[in-house]
């Protein structure tokens, strides 16, 4: 058994860069309070962006400047912009746009080869930058005092960020083994995936259609994983609108139950059943087996939401019944978990873990992080409602280190709440106040309100007094 994601080589690319991004923080720290010149290669403004967020985030004091057009001299550019007050690191992102002529191209460059000595005088401090391949090339050739003192080169740079190489990737849209890449690495494809849909225009050449509708839909995947639901809304309604202009049913329905799932998310049960019903409706008329099962599963949730567990038990069934039917593992997998949660609602504990396990059984065996994730939280509250809860903190905290891992804001938020109820149950209000907080601020985040009044609710209820520190 492991918690580590199953990745193969069709992320090699993505890996590389999560390995670059680790260098990067390495330099940046080992660098600290001197001057080092760095050259970050990257085709990808997207991508780009993310990575200086994801840095600016970890450390305090990140200065990013943006040249425009209108520059000559780039250290004078930056002299000014720069306070007296060092920062921790300078990033200098945008220079291509500086370069639009060979005329001032050579000036600019000729300017930043001059300024060598002046850079190390005025920083104590990391400066790196942020360059497309071409415009670090320049750099090489016509600033080559400058470059020489270049102590480090960082390459973020994707063979499958642009629309022509993404129509190579044969596995784009494949949204299972995104769902298991780390957190950082799923940012990491998502700016890849903007950046392909960028690169294909809008609307896009007619030939790259088909590849923007699979792009979209795994963008759309990624961002309803990470708690971004109105990025993936947004991704689903245009290609909704684009399958309804070309008449394909089946993709059609593909959104609607994509939909349905964001709407489900929010809480806003009438409208994700609407979606999925008209999801249902097409691919019963498609005669699609598969489709239909993933609607009745969806359906089931629904209904047990509402409490209506006889009418959801049906829907689970149904779904299961033509899973087996189909040989389709996952789709067994989500259903035996989604009986196993009616059971333990009925107050049938044992069944419930039964099914439970026989779903944690199957992922495991697929090696789906998310389903083990899942499975495992909802094995914690059968422990819990049987008084075990040591038993239960352990698979709720093993829950949890599997959703931070791979980057589910909305599992990592179930299992705090699943936490503090335990340190509620052991009389530790301060500890179940901190775990209630931690998942009541992911719900705020993600724009699930239905929950943050939920986990609000339980606040509010805590009863004044002294707080029992759990020991073991």
């Known amino acids: 058994m492991t918690d580590k994601p199953i990745i193969d080589d069709r992320f090699e690319h993505t890996l590389r860069q999560d390995a670059e991004l680790d260098a990067l923080r390495r330099m940046l720290d080992a660098s600290q309070g001197t ?16 990575v200086i967020r994801k840095i600016s985030a970890e450390k305090s004091n990140v200065v990013k400047i943006q040249l425009d057009q209108s520059v000559t001299d780039v250290f004078d550019f930056v002299d000014q912009q720069v306070s007296s007050k060092q920062p921790q690191a300078l990033f200098i992102i945008n220079m291509e746009s500086a370069l639009p002529s060979q005329q001032k191209e050579y000036k600019i460059l000729q300017n ?31 600033a080559r005092d400058l470059y020489s003192w270049i102590s480090h080169h960082f390459e973020f740079v994707s063979e499958q960020a642009s629309a022509q190489m993404g129509m190579q990737d044969q596995y784009a849209g494949d949204t299972l083994a995104a769902s298991s890449l780390t957190l950082e690495q799923k940012q990491f494809r998502i700016a890849e995936l903007e950046q392909r849909i960028t690169d294909a225009g809008d609307p896009p050449h007619p030939k790259l259609t088909n590849y923007c509708l699979i792009w979209r839909n795994e963008l759309a995947c990624l961002y309803k994983f990470i708690g971004e639901l109105d990025h993936a809304e947004d991704m689903h309604n245009k290609s909704l609108e684009i399958e309804k202009k070309l008449g394909r049913l089946e993709g059609q329905a593909a959104d609607y139950g994509n939909l349905g ?14 979606m999925h019903n008209k999801s249902l409706e097409i691919n ?5 087996l598969e489709g239909q099962a993933n609607q009745y599963g ?55 873990e039964e099914m439970l396990k026989k779903s944690l059984e199957i992922n495991m065996e697929l090696g789906r992080l998310e389903g083990q ?27 949890l280190k599997i959703y931070l891992n791979i980057g589910k804001l909305e599992g990592q938020a179930n299992q705090y709440g699943n936490l503090g109820h335990i340190y509620q149950t052991r009389s530790d209000l301060k500890q179940t106040r901190s775990y209630w907080i931690q998942a009541r601020d992911i719900f705020q985040q993600i724009g699930m309100p239905h929950r943050v009044k939920q986990i609000d609710d339980y606040l509010n209820d805590l009863p004044p007094g002294i707080s029992r520190p759990y020991k073991k």
């Not at 001057?35 to 962006?49: F, K, T």
């Not at 019963?284 to 699609?288: F, H, V």
């Open 35 to 50: 001057c080092s010149l760095s050259l970050a290669v990257c085709n990808s403004p997207a991508l780009r962006d993310f």
């Open 112 to 142: 930043l080869n001059f300024s060598r000595e002046r850079w190390k005088a005025r920083l104590a401090c990391p400066l790196v930058f942020w360059l497309p391949e071409y415009a670090a090339a320049l750099i090489s050739i016509h």
């Open 261 to 274: 799932l964001i709407y489900r998310t929010r809480g806003e049960l009438d409208r994700a059943e609407d």
């Open 284 to 288: 019963m008329e498609l005669g699609r």
């Open 298 to 352: 969806n359906l089931g949730i629904i209904y047990r939401t509402r409490g209506d567990l006889d009418r959801a038990e049906e829907m689970h069934n149904k779904s299961l019944e033509i899973n087996m039917e189909l040989g389709r593992l996952e789709g067994q997998a989500n259903q035996y978990g989604n009986l196993g949660l009616i059971y333990r609602t009925r107050g049938d504990l044992d069944r419930a």
């Open 373 to 399: 994730a899942a499975d495992y939280g909802n094995l914690g509250l059968i422990y819990r409602t049987r008084g075990e809860l040591d038993r239960a903190e352990n698979i709720h905290q093993k829950a």
